[in-house]
């Protein structure tokens, strides 16, 4: 969630941790604060977890979650957190742009370590939060929603998304992984491009090539070419906080998120017509393990 002023900026990841064995089960909330990099990890017990079959809504003792708000009341020793923020004008993956899921086919293979969906490109969000006195006010900003399912991240990833750019209405985002199949593994990736209300998605599934051309620490540049577009990403880290993430249930991985990173997005058509350009300081990147495994040329064979 980000402010219309971008002062105030927020990540929210509600969950449940399920190991095989039992042990350390617990449903959390885990926050980070954009601007500070200050992380929060807030656990219940399995109990205080429901959540809704029919749609995506999810609930933890007094802290609800759904697609158009979310409800928070944390009180503890050493925090305060409480509020309420409204969405509104959901951009979703729909029969009308023709895909319904960010994963393509892949969704329905029965033995991916890790799955992905997206919940909502893009919309308006209204109210407030209230962190130990201060105020994160988000009235006419924008926010994003996505995800993730399944036993354990991959042992190498790139996350880049933003839709904090000049143009409204616009949204991004990339995610690359080093993905296990059939006892190896392959540099998988998926994405989306929001602009002038056309989604366009793109993936190992469809007829993309994407070319890690340049990485470290803390810059990466991306080229990702499908039938029509060519997509040109620069992205810089800024701070960073240390989240939890999940190894076979229990979420005992520590990996670094910043959501102010700098993101250089250029979009040009195949004769190098540019489409779309701009920078935004708004931007959500995860850089995660050995990522020279992302850059070797994809082993899966387009349809």
């Not at 895909?99 to 892949?106: C, E, R, V």
Request: aromatic share 12%.
């Amino acid at each position: 969630m980000v402010s219309k002023n971008s002062n105030s900026i927020m990540s929210i990841i509600p969950g449940i941790s399920l190991t095989k064995n039992g042990e350390k089960q617990h449903a959390f909330i885990q926050i980070i604060d954009g601007r500070t990099a200050e992380t929060f990890y807030y656990t219940y017990p399995i109990e205080d977890f429901s959540f809704s079959k029919k749609k995506f809504a999810i609930r933890i003792q007094n802290n609800y979650f759904s697609e158009d708000s979310i409800v928070i009341n944390i009180q503890n020793d050493s925090t305060s957190i409480t509020g309420k923020v409204l969405m509104t004008n959901q951009v979703k993956l729909t029969k009308d742009n023709k895909k319904l899921n960010i994963m393509g086919w892949y969704k329905s293979a029965p033995f991916m370590q890790c799955y992905h969906g997206v919940v909502s490109l893009n919309h308006n969000l209204s109210g407030e939060l209230i962190m130990n006195n201060t105020i994160y006010n988000f009235d006419k900003g924008l926010g994003y929603i996505e995800k993730d399912w399944g036993k354990s991240m991959p042992s190498a990833w790139i996350w880049i998304q933003s839709n904090s750019f000049s143009s409204p209405k616009t949204s991004f985002m990339l995610s690359v992984a080093n993905v296990p199949w059939m006892g190896s593994s392959f540099p998988g990736f998926l994405g989306f491009f929001l602009h002038d209300s056309i989604v366009t998605s793109f993936g190992t599934y469809s007829r993309t090539k994407l070319k890690l051309e340049s990485y470290n620490s803390d810059t990466i540049k991306i080229t990702i070419s499908d039938k029509e577009f060519i997509y040109y990403l620069e992205t810089y880290r800024n701070k960073a906080g240390i989240l939890k993430a999940p190894v076979k249930g229990g979420m005992d991985r520590r990996i670094a998120e910043s959501i102010d990173a700098q993101l250089k997005l250029t979009v040009t058509d195949k004769k190098g017509n540019v489409i779309f350009e701009d920078i935004t300081s708004t931007a959500g990147l995860e850089t995660v393990g050995d990522l020279s495994s992302l850059s070797k040329k994809n082993k899966e064979k387009s349809d």
